[in-house]
């Protein structure tokens, strides 16, 4: 079944026009979604998920890391001191990070090395990305008070303080950056970063300058993806925006979300495999769109006792997880 079949499957009538999801009985076990059984994740608070295409990492809030081959069966491959908050898969390795600065890197989701991100340190990393600028890779943190690093070569390297950054520089005042993203527009790699009232910050370079954009809105911005030749932001109140070219025109526009109502977006992936972004929010909320200006959307409430907190995509497989170590998986 494909995932837009799944989603409709689910789907209830005039579902999320309202700030609550209707009390409909629902499947104990959605259409198309089978869940993780004997996981080694029950009972963990699962922060993020990525992926390479072929296998899949969780990082949680204990530190633990997880690995999967192929979505449905799960493993511990490591037990750090990093209280996790964010992974991500680009330019050959696996990059999470955490509290105060904590990271973690792998070349194969297995074996990891764990570190500080100086540049970041004392704060917390929020969001991290991966991806090439002006043929070199690029590793980017972000996190508390506007805090931006960046390191060229690898995450094992030097890291650096990113500048400039319309989040402010100043401890304990600057905006909180909630996300990261990496995509490439005109055959140009580019870093588009969100956060707190409603702000967007880009870099195309290796200064480490970021420049600003506005979302034309002052809710919170949560997540943010690329895919399909555009990055696509979401966040509170159900607020969806998206941008073909962040750094020539800055012109974010507004996506149709009413379907989810004043539903906080909290989570966004792009399954490049099916080309379909993939939101989830608060209540239990799971959304899809091709091109983010239209959404459908169905909750997941009879499967997640405490919330969904991470999605990624694997080849055709959608995973989501949540904060008490469930794990779902689609066909």
């Given amino acids: 079944m494909a995932f837009r079949e799944i989603l409709q499957t689910l789907t209830i009538g005039c579902i999320f026009v309202s700030c609550s999801i209707p009390n409909t009985p629902m499947t104990p076990n959605p259409a198309g979604f089978h869940h993780v059984e004997d996981s080694v994740s029950d009972g963990l608070e699962i922060k993020a998920l990525a992926s390479d295409g072929k296998s899949a990492v969780a990082v949680t809030y204990e530190g633990i890391i997880l690995y999967s081959g192929d979505g449905a069966?799960?493993?511990?491959?490591?037990?750090?001191?990093?209280?996790?908050?964010?992974?991500?898969?680009?330019?050959?390795?696996?990059?999470?990070?955490?509290?105060?600065?904590?990271?973690?890197?792998?070349?194969?989701?297995?074996?990891?090395?764990?570190?500080?991100?100086?540049?970041?340190?004392?704060?917390?990393?929020?969001?991290?990305?991966?991806?090439?600028?002006?043929?070199?890779?690029?590793?980017?943190?972000?996190?508390?008070?506007?805090?931006?690093?960046?390191?060229?070569?690898?995450?094992?390297?030097?890291?650096?303080?990113?500048?400039?950054?319309?989040?402010?520089?100043?401890?304990?005042?600057?905006?909180?950056?909630?996300?990261?993203?990496y995509g490439v527009v005109d055959g140009a790699g580019v870093f588009v970063a969100v956060g707190d009232d409603g702000k967007i910050a880009f870099a195309n370079d290796l200064s480490g300058r970021w420049s600003g954009a506005r979302s034309g809105s002052s809710w919170t911005l949560s997540a943010v993806a690329f895919g399909n030749d555009k990055f696509v932001t979401v966040g509170e109140n159900g607020i969806v925006r998206y941008c073909t070219d962040p750094v020539e025109t800055y012109d974010w526009r507004v996506g149709d979300s009413k379907i989810f109502g004043n539903i906080s977006l909290i989570g966004i992936s792009f399954n490049p495999f099916k080309e379909i972004f993939v939101v989830f929010g608060e209540q239990y909320a799971v959304g899809y769109s091709d091109y983010a200006h239209s959404w459908e959307a169905a909750s997941f409430q009879s499967v997640f006792n405490s919330g969904i907190s991470a999605v990624v995509s694997m080849n055709s497989r959608i995973i989501l997880a949540g904060s008490d170590g469930t794990i779902l998986y689609s066909n």
């Fill in 73 to 181: 069966a799960w493993e511990k491959v490591a037990d750090t001191d990093v209280n996790f908050n964010a992974v991500t898969y680009g330019e050959g390795y696996y990059f999470a990070g955490g509290e105060e600065g904590g990271a973690a890197f792998s070349v194969d989701g297995k074996e990891w090395k764990t570190g500080v991100v100086i540049p970041m340190s004392p704060k917390d990393i929020y969001g991290v990305a991966a991806g090439k600028i002006m043929g070199n890779s690029m590793f980017v943190a972000v996190g508390n008070d506007g805090r931006i690093a960046y390191s060229i070569g690898g995450p094992q390297g030097k890291w650096d303080k990113g500048n400039f950054s319309p989040f402010g520089e100043v401890d304990d005042a600057g905006e909180t950056i909630h996300a990261v993203a």
